[in-house]
């Protein structure tokens, strides 16, 4: 009995659809998401001239509530 190799282009192909087929459906099943040009953010601080240039953002704030036990 011969030892036959299936054909690896047809694997590869067969591969490669699958691939494209699921991608497809990933794109179908994402929501669509709208670009927004209003972006909410803090107004820009000037640093102090003197340093100590740190102060209480939102950020920090929920750094500080994610620390505490």
Do not use: I
Not at 44 to 56: F, I, Q, S
């Amino acid at each position: 009995m011969q030892n036959r190799q299936p054909n690896s282009s047809r694997r590869s192909f067969f591969s490669g659809a699958a691939t494209v087929g699921a991608a497809a459906a990933a794109v179908v099943a994402l929501p669509h998401v709208a670009p927004s040009d209003a972006v909410v953010s803090e107004p820009a601080r000037v640093a102090p001239e003197k340093g100590g240039g740190y102060h209480l953002s939102a950020h920090v704030k929920q750094y500080y509530k994610t620390t505490q036990l």
